[in-house]
């Protein structure tokens, strides 16, 4: 099994819906997890941590299930600047440190007029 | 720009031939990563530094391939003996280290080999 597994997509979504896509992990003594935005041909840049309690931050929404080891980002509203590659990253060693942080390959979302 | 700085942003290369990339971190981070990404899939963990230490390197990281991070600031990774196979985005990132975990990246190096 891999560690980080995303649905690649793509995700087609008319602008204004709500998506959400989910990301599992295979440790499940892993502590920390993130979603970071990938835009075509540019770097990933931190969306946003996700915590045990569940996190929002504006239209973004994440959430983690520590029972069935995925974690989850909704977007709400979605607007055109959203499409982008969402990547999934969690944190495989226990004692944290960023030196384990392993990324998913990637959910792609694709924003329609 | 106080952001993380790589450069060059593209390098064209022969096989064989040796290559040598620069990143610039985020003057307060103590920790320097470096990853390679290819089309499609996530960013794949080659080596970090904690100031001027080498901590840690992937399997991926074969004899080719060597980072220095002399003075705990900026990093070279160099790939000797070029291969089709290591044409890819090289990404460098930088944190606080310590527990702090959030990366910020640098644009990348796009490396073709032909």
């Known amino acids: 099994r891999k560690e980080v597994e995303q649905d690649p997509g793509p995700f087609n979504v008319p602008e204004g819906a709500t998506v959400a896509f989910n990301c599992t992990y295979s440790n499940s003594a892993s502590q920390s997890f993130f979603w970071y935005r990938q835009d075509c041909r540019k770097e990933p840049k931190l969306l946003m941590s996700?915590?045990?309690s569940g996190n929002e931050d504006g239209r973004f929404t994440a959430q983690l299930n520590r029972a069935s080891q995925y974690i989850s980002l909704l977007i709400r509203d979605s607007k055109l600047s959203d499409s982008a590659t969402y990547l999934c990253?969690?944190?495989?060693?226990?004692?944290?440190?960023?030196?384990?942080?392993?990324f998913g390959k990637g959910t792609h979302l694709i924003i329609q007029p | 720009d106080t952001g993380v700085s790589q450069n060059p942003r593209h390098k064209i290369t022969k096989r064989g031939q040796n290559v040598t990339f620069r990143c610039d971190p985020i003057s307060e981070h103590n920790r320097l990563y470096w990853y390679r990404q290819t089309l499609g899939q996530g960013p794949e963990f080659l080596t970090y530094?904690?100031?001027?230490?080498?901590?840690?390197k992937s399997r991926l990281l074969s004899d080719r391939f060597s980072a220095e991070r002399p003075k705990g600031s900026f990093s070279t990774l160099e790939i000797q003996r070029t291969e089709q196979g290591d044409s890819a985005m090289y990404l460098c990132?930088?944190?606080?280290?310590?527990?702090?975990?959030?990366?910020?990246f640098g644009s990348g190096t796009q490396l073709s080999v032909l």
């Open positions: 530094f904690q100031n001027e230490a080498q901590l840690e």
């Open positions: 990132a930088s944190s606080l280290g310590g527990r702090e975990e959030k990366l910020f």
């Open positions: 990253v969690v944190n495989m060693e226990s004692g944290g440190g960023a030196d384990g942080l392993t």
């Open positions: 996700v915590y045990s």
